[in-house]
């Protein structure tokens, strides 16, 4: 029998930020790795992210962080402003480096799926394959966990549940949880060319409404913009238009990026999250990870960063030759509360997104407007969120060879 053939099998289920992560690391540490992805192909949707700096350590391990912090754009100042344009605070990138020791790195979700895929070994991701977890498999007894694709089952060592907030292996593993929840608002998100106009990055909050602008790298701009709204609500004519409705009076640069979107360029999503958390985020052999183990509201943007902490953090506790019950169980230990912690505070934070009446808004732009005495007050925010670091476990791609030499 060859090397390869005794290599324990991990079975990602979902290919977005937190699988490929998690997959990446999975195989750098010696394991052998197969993703299994519904979709047609890799491509996610048309939207951008900000790694933070926990996220982009989180990267060094295995070998991504400075390719993402090639691709920082912010060198000035930044912050919050009024949709009139007024700024309540300023942020000052280096500052932000100062205390997290990195940078905040937008790009776009496609160009993190790409590099993290070209880690890969050919043939490892396996798309327009439905999944099914048919066992979650018992380390204690030594039997293997099943996922039953369209062309059979496959018995792993190891199976990562990575599906999404609408994660079927969550309700497999946890039939008795509730469910994620609405959180009160929507979100849209485009991506489009630059103005003409050079702007400084900034996030805009108003009445129960939030705009945000963020140049990336490719000379792009992402924008994201959220509001109350009941859930299930759409636009009756098209995106576009709602958001034209909604945020065409705001201050610049926000009527000209909205003069640019086609309406089929906007994305929108009810957000949902998970307040109560799971009792575990493993069972048997298999694991949940991001959006399927701990769904948030985007008002921290910690989201994906927290799924590629999850995918780093489970590779570290689970060596390929290892007792996986209890590498399982360290995982759990570790992420639960973190997460568990940031869930709540995103919602924390997003009841005062949603905050409507004159004397509420008025409160929050002043307590907003105190960070103006330094950048500093406004960066606690992410204090013991970006400011975390990974287990010093850094995987080599030959890791596994040595091993099985």
Not at 205 to 223: I, S
Request: proline share 8%; hydrophobic share 40%; glycine share 10%.
């Amino acid at each position: 029998m060859d090397n390869r053939t005794a290599m324990p099998l991990a079975v990602v289920v979902g290919s977005g930020i937190g699988g490929l992560t998690a997959a990446v690391a999975l195989h750098r540490r010696g394991w052998r790795v197969t993703v299994l992805e519904r979709a047609a192909s890799l491509q996610p949707v048309g939207a951008g992210i900000g790694l933070a700096p926990n996220a982009l350590r989180a990267l060094d391990v295995i070998g991504l962080g400075d390719e993402i912090r090639a691709l920082a754009t912010w060198q000035g100042d930044g912050g919050m402003r009024t949709p009139g344009g007024r700024w309540l605070s300023r942020t000052d990138a280096q500052a932000a480096v100062a205390r997290f020791g990195d940078p905040l790195v937008p790009v776009h979700r496609a160009t993190l799926i790409d590099a993290l895929a070209s880690r890969l070994p050919d043939g490892a991701v396996r798309t327009a394959t439905r999944a099914t977890l048919t066992d979650p498999g018992c380390p204690a007894t030594g039997r293997r966990a099943v996922v039953t694709t369209p062309d059979g089952d496959i018995e792993a060592d190891l199976v990562v549940g990575a599906d999404g907030i609408n994660s079927a292996l969550r309700p497999t593993l946890f039939p008795a949880h509730p469910r994620p929840a609405y959180a009160g608002f929507t979100t849209w998100r485009v991506v489009i060319p630059a103005p003409d106009r050079p702007f400084a990055p900034h996030e805009t909050w108003g009445r129960g409404a939030l705009w945000g602008t963020q140049p990336l790298k490719d000379g792009r701009v992402y924008a994201y913009a959220a509001a109350g709204a009941p859930a299930g609500a759409h636009a009756p004519d098209d995106e576009r238009a709602e958001l034209t409705r909604r945020f065409g009076t705001w201050h610049d640069p926000i009527p000209a990026i909205l003069a640019a979107v086609a309406p089929d360029q906007v994305l929108r999503h009810d957000v949902h999250h998970l307040t109560t958390p799971l009792p575990a985020f493993h069972r048997g052999r298999t694991a949940l990870l991001g959006d399927a183990a701990h769904p948030m509201a985007p008002t921290l943007g910690q989201g994906g960063n927290q799924a590629i902490e999850d995918g780093i953090v489970l590779a570290h506790h689970l060596s390929p030759h290892g007792d996986v019950g209890a590498g399982l169980a360290a995982y759990s230990a570790v992420r639960v509360p973190r997460t568990t912690g940031i869930v709540r505070k995103s919602a924390r934070v997003a009841r005062l997104l949603t905050l409507t009446s004159a004397p509420a808004v008025a409160l929050r732009e002043t307590v907003m407007t105190l960070s103006r005495f330094g950048p500093g007050l406004a960066l606690r925010t992410f204090d013991g969120i970006a400011d975390w670091r990974p287990p010093q476990h850094t995987y080599s791609d030959r890791a596994h060879q040595r091993d099985d030499a």
